[in-house]
């Protein structure tokens, strides 16, 4: 394990001769509007949402308004993010994420989760609907794509990260996305449908059996709000079994620094395999968010259970507002 991880570590510092693209910078994202009617979650009550998202095994996300398919980040599942405890806003991009044009998150809920998390603390963003029932501010619009595992983006400016930048030498083919006008449209994009790849079978005929560290390099990335695209992710996992201490990887487009994103954070993570490693930054990242105007409750994260988050008052070094 040690060995694979080394030469995880090494690859993701690799370039290739690939031409790259300039990265797209559209306009910043919609999120949905603060209600100021309605409070926060109690503590109890964000546990309970917490589990209910991760335990939501629905195939059909709709958009708040339009009713049109979104991604099932929109509506189920934990969007996730694992960070360092560094000098510098846990919720903001690096200047890495910014000129690649994206930003790493995960995803994850009972039915795709990783064994192991790449940090042991980290935030999770609130997502659309979840907002829209609580009057709170959530993510509703800027990621472009999903890969359903790591696929060692940094520092690739392929299409924002979302074509890799090792991938096999094949023609790209026009293959054209349905013409829905959700708020996510001008971010959302696979290299997958760009490939004509629309199926399981023919993800896996692309990926192989991605041994070694070969899953950084033979993937194609679904479109952020193909339901398709997440059912696939979501199927591929069982064939790839040896994979499964493997995170997926969701990218943000960075149209900004990503400063606007602490007010939809509903929870600082920490993930119970590793307290004592985690319980420190975790503690910091809140202080930071109180610093900045904001607030968010630390959150025991156990991926052995069936019902993963729980709150300690033990774990708080600040108080609700």
């Given amino acids: 394990m040690k060995m694979f991880v080394k030469c995880l570590t090494i690859s993701s510092l690799l370039?290739?001769?690939?031409?790259?693209?300039?990265?797209?910078r559209p306009t910043p994202p919609v999120t949905t509007a603060h209600n100021p009617t309605h409070t926060a979650q109690s503590f109890d009550d964000l546990v309970a949402s917490l589990n209910r998202l991760y335990n939501d095994e629905q195939q059909d996300c709709r958009e708040i308004g339009s009713n049109l398919p979104r991604g099932f980040y929109y509506c189920s599942g934990i969007i996730i993010r694992a960070t360092a405890d560094g000098d510098y806003l846990?919720?903001?991009?690096?200047?890495?994420?910014?000129?690649?044009?994206s930003a790493s998150f995960s995803w994850f809920r009972k039915d795709d989760h990783p064994e192991l998390m790449l940090q042991p603390s980290g935030f999770i963003l609130r997502n659309a609907v979840e907002g829209n029932r609580l009057g709170l501010p959530a993510f509703d619009a800027g990621f472009i794509c999903l890969f359903?595992?790591?696929?060692?983006?940094?520092?690739?400016?392929?299409?924002?990260?979302?074509?890799?930048?090792?991938?096999?030498p094949?023609?790209?083919?026009?293959?054209?996305?349905?013409?829905?006008?959700?708020?996510?449209?001008?971010?959302?994009?696979?290299?997958?449908?760009?490939?004509?790849?629309?199926?399981?079978?023919?993800?896996?005929?692309?990926?192989?059996?991605?041994?070694?560290?070969?899953?950084?390099?033979?993937?194609?990335?679904?479109?952020?709000?193909?339901?398709?695209?997440w059912?696939?992710?979501?199927?591929?996992?069982?064939?790839?079994?040896?994979?499964?201490?493997?995170?997926?990887?969701?990218?943000?487009?960075?149209?900004?620094?990503?400063?606007?994103?602490?007010?939809?954070?509903?929870?600082?993570?920490?993930?119970?395999?590793?307290?004592?490693?985690g319980l420190e930054p975790a503690r910091n990242f809140q202080r930071k968010?109180?610093?900045?105007?904001?607030?968010?409750?630390i959150v025991r994260l156990d991926l052995s259970s069936a019902q993963p988050f729980s709150f300690h008052q033990e774990d708080q070094v600040t108080a609700a507002p």
Avoid at 90 to 101: A, D, L, N, V, Y
Avoid at 289 to 297: E, K, Q
Wanted: hydrophobic share 30%; glycine share 8%.
């Fill in 15 to 24: 370039l290739t001769g690939c031409e790259s693209v300039t990265p797209q």
């Fill in 90 to 101: 846990p919720w903001t991009h690096s200047p890495g994420s910014i000129e690649r044009g």
């Fill in 148 to 168: 359903p595992k790591d696929a060692s983006t940094t520092g690739n400016p392929l299409h924002n990260g979302c074509i890799s930048r090792f991938g096999k």
């Fill in 170 to 229: 094949v023609v790209h083919q026009a293959h054209p996305q349905p013409d829905v006008p959700h708020r996510n449209a001008e971010f959302a994009w696979g290299s997958c449908e760009d490939l004509g790849i629309t199926t399981l079978q023919q993800w896996m005929d692309y990926a192989g059996d991605m041994s070694g560290n070969y899953y950084t390099e033979t993937q194609c990335s679904w479109n952020a709000d193909s339901q398709n695209g």
């Fill in 231 to 277: 059912r696939n992710s979501i199927a591929m996992q069982a064939h790839y079994p040896e994979y499964d201490f493997l995170w997926n990887e969701l990218l943000m487009a960075t149209v900004d620094d990503g400063y606007p994103l602490k007010d939809q954070i509903s929870a600082v993570f920490l993930n119970a395999a590793s307290y004592d490693q």
């Fill in 289 to 297: 968010l109180v610093a900045n105007g904001s607030y968010a409750p």
